[in-house]
């Protein structure tokens, strides 16, 4: 004799499922977080300033003579990424009279054949401590007055194949001052 107690809880107990998973609320949800990131690439993509580029036949500021730039040092250094980057230091001195808010520098390396191999033009970045590392700052968040002098460090993510390893010719082209 069976008890019907026991047989009514046999029956709330189920038995696994053994059907196929429904995986599309999975695939639906890889797409959309996918999509997201792409947008968000893209956003920041766009954002990025694209690189200054001067014509080598631009001008120097007027305001250039005034600013004599002088011990320059060339390093180099890996990144994360396994490539390598480029720092250009050197020191700048102001012995104009006017205080120096922003300098824009155009930066040529050259290939064998003294041919520019690689133009940029960069806002010169002043060195403001060195250790424990090396912290940059914009000169327009500490101008310099008449009379100061700073070091400075360029960076270069990406420096041409055809450059001839010399130290590149900086020309001071744009100088904002008040």
């Not at 609320?25 to 997201?36: D, F, G, M, T």
């Not at 580029?53 to 305001?63: E, F, L």
């Not at 700048?92 to 300098?103: C, D, H, L, S």
């Not at 194949?161 to 010719?169: K, L, R, S, T």
Request: glycine residues 6%; negative net charge.
């Amino acid at each position: 004799m069976t008890n019907p107690d026991l047989q009514s809880d046999q029956q709330l107990v189920s038995s696994a499922d053994t059907g196929e998973r429904n995986w599309l609320p999975l695939v639906i949800a890889a797409a959309v977080v996918l999509l997201i990131a792409a947008v968000m690439v893209l956003v920041l993509e766009q954002r990025k300033p694209a690189a200054e580029v001067t014509p080598i036949s631009a001008a120097t500021a007027p305001y250039a003579a005034s600013l004599p730039i002088t011990g320059l040092v060339m390093s180099e250094s890996a990144n994360l990424a396994g490539g390598k980057v480029t720092y250009l230091d050197g020191h700048i001195a102001n012995q104009g009279p006017r205080t120096v808010t922003g300098v824009a520098v155009q930066v040529l390396f050259r290939d064998a054949a003294h041919e520019v191999a690689q133009n940029e033009t960069q806002q010169l970045k002043l060195i403001r401590i060195r250790e424990p590392y090396v912290d940059l700052e914009s000169v327009s968040a500490a101008p310099l007055k008449p009379g100061d002098e700073h070091d400075f460090r360029f960076i270069f993510d990406a420096v041409s194949p055809d450059w001839n390893g010399a130290y590149p010719e900086l020309r001071v082209i744009r100088v904002d001052s008040k």
